[in-house]
């Protein structure tokens, strides 16, 4: 299949790197806002990087108009029946996306393929509720979509070689390095540095090290390009917490569970850089590990 036309559902900080991504190799991208309000705030965020790359020189002013140009954004998710491909990008939670999936199917072709970005949940459980189950597949593309080069491509049970090939071949066309995966929770890249972010959140809890003594190990002794705290942050701790979770209800390993101190930052609202503070402060310039975690945590 020539893929010249792709939907993408959800306008977060994912969907629309994806769609910049899209955009930026000559493809028509729809992108549909998966929560009620307007999509203003998602195309002042689009336009706004954008012209961040150009003012530093690293996008010609004629490529940001291209971009903008071939991305449309809507609130409909009818505006993606004429889709060659469908890239959902909504809240991590598995019956949102099976009742989106139920719905994609009755809008899209029965040629277009199904995809989910998601980062642990079970594609075959989102294939299980469609009619259609060889045209469905993960499409795993990684935070921030315009820069991360690599491309999970995750076959589910029932996914056919056809939809494999072609999304292969898809993520070349947009200038990405796919690697083929089986369903399996976390696919390669979660399923490897989830524990080991746990691992980390255990030293401290340990006293094994401090935030900053571990970061800096990781970094220094195994060439990290962050240490596995600001990592964290990075990815957002909610984010984290829910990927543990989903890891440990799949295999029942201790190592796989959330930690005590990560429960509680979630509780507390401290989600990492989103939210200002998690395991840094992002108050600080730079930022300084949270002063909370050098008293107990209860």
């Known amino acids: 299949m020539n893929i010249t036309k792709v939907g993408i559902i959800g306008s ?10 899209c955009a930026a190799a000559g493809l028509d991208v729809v992108v549909v806002k998966a929560t009620p309000g307007s999509t203003d705030r998602a195309q002042a965020g689009l336009q706004g ?20 140009a071939r991305i449309t954004l809507s609130t409909s998710e009818a505006d993606v029946a004429d889709c060659q491909l469908v890239i959902e990008s909504i809240i991590e939670r598995i019956e949102e996306k099976k009742a989106l999936f139920q719905r994609l199917e009755g809008i899209v072709s029965e040629d277009a393929l199904l995809t989910t970005n998601t980062s ?11 009619k259609h189950r060889k045209r469905v597949a993960g499409l795993h593309f990684f935070n921030p979509a315009p820069v991360m080069k690599l491309v999970e491509v995750i076959h589910a049970f029932e996914t056919s070689d056809t939809t494999v090939d072609t999304l292969m071949a898809f993520c070349r ?34 006293g094994t090290g401090t ?14 390009p962050m240490g596995p705290f600001a990592l ?10 829910a990927m543990s ?23 507390l609202g401290y989600l990492g850089r989103k939210t200002g503070r998690g395991f840094y402060d992002y108050s600080q310039r730079p930022p300084v590990p949270n002063p909370d975690l050098g008293r107990p945590v209860v």
């Open 232 to 241: 964290a942050d990075y990815i957002g701790l909610d984010v984290v917490m």
């Open 49 to 68: 990087g954008l012209d961040k790359a150009v003012e530093r020189g690293k996008m010609e002013a004629d490529v940001r108009d291209g971009i903008l």
């Open 12 to 21: 977060g900080t994912m969907g629309m790197g994806m769609a910049q991504v």
């Open 120 to 130: 642990t949940l079970s594609v075959t459980s989102m294939m299980a509720v469609c």
């Open 173 to 206: 066309q947009v200038g990405k390095d796919p690697v083929l995966v089986q369903d399996t929770t976390g696919f390669i890249v979660n399923r490897l540095l989830t524990p080991y972010m746990l691992n980390a959140f255990r030293m401290l809890e340990r």
């Open 245 to 267: 979770q989903n890891i440990y209800e799949d295999v029942r390993h201790e190592h796989h569970s959330p930690t005590h101190t990560l429960v509680r930052l979630v509780e």
């Open 211 to 224: 935030i900053d003594s571990i970061d800096q190990a990781m970094m220094a002794g195994a060439g990290y």
